[in-house]
């Protein structure tokens, strides 16, 4: 069984761009979720899904940031007008029923905004 | 609020050598704690989980961590350690479906190096 696969692996873009992360979890998973890793701030929670709906949207911010997902066998993660303080790795994770705190994290993807 | 620290950043013992690496938590419900590991180039990956019950619980390759309500911890220990182990280990407490949502919270991490 495949894990949880994440596209692209790196993407750089420049000031004011639109970036689109991609994340593909694993067959069967019923629960999507969507991290930030940075090394001043850690890993922090952005997005939760569960059964393609949106559960948890608390640590998305409020604007430039949009998650979907449009069915069972992808999510996406859309930052608009990207900032350099967006730059990170984006993880994604999905999980059998979502309730029982065992995540199956993707390698992620690492975002450079220049 | 709930928070999770890991006051060591950063640790380094001898292969062979026994290991604590020290969690502390704050949570205004039922906690629920795991630890992850991060190996290089690695996603993240759950090493052990407590719920209820014995406070000590098992986990992969030799770890186990120790949950105490009353000094709000749960440290991870491993009685030997390898080369191998040398990653970043989180701790990561969650109330799961308390309040609709199962989402974790990370502590910062504590970077094992295992030196020969």
């Known amino acids: 069984n495949a894990g949880v696969i994440q596209t692209p692996r790196h993407k750089v873009t420049g000031k004011g761009q639109e970036a689109t992360l991609w994340c593909e979890p694993i067959s069967g998973h019923s629960a999507v979720f969507w991290y930030r890793q940075t090394i001043v701030q850690g890993l922090e929670f952005l997005t939760y899904f569960r059964n393609q709906a949106p559960i948890d949207d608390s640590g998305m911010p409020k604007e430039r940031f949009s998650a979907q997902m449009p069915n069972q066998s992808h999510s996406t993660l859309k930052i608009q007008s990207t900032q350099p303080q967006d730059s990170a790795v984006y993880l994604c994770?999905?999980?059998?029923?979502?309730?029982?705190?065992?995540?199956?994290f993707g390698e992620g993807s690492k975002l450079t905004v220049l | 609020a709930q928070s999770v620290t890991q006051p060591d950043a950063r640790v380094t013992v001898s292969e062979g050598a026994s290991l604590q690496l020290r969690c502390k938590y704050s949570s205004s419900g039922t906690p629920y704690l795991f630890w992850y590991v991060q190996y290089p180039r690695q996603g993240l990956q759950l090493l052990l989980k407590y719920y209820s019950g014995d406070p000590v619980v098992q986990g992969v390759n030799g770890f186990e961590a120790e949950f105490s309500k009353s000094n709000s911890s749960f440290h991870l220990r491993k009685a030997s350690v390898h080369w191998s182990d040398s990653a970043v280990y989180f701790c990561?407490?969650?109330?799961?479906?308390?309040?609709?949502?199962?989402?974790?919270?990370f502590g910062e991490g504590t970077k094992l190096t295992v030196s020969s």
């Open positions: 994770a999905s999980s059998l029923r979502g309730n029982t705190g065992q995540l199956y």
């Open positions: 990561v407490l969650s109330h799961l479906n308390q309040g609709g949502s199962a989402k974790l919270i």
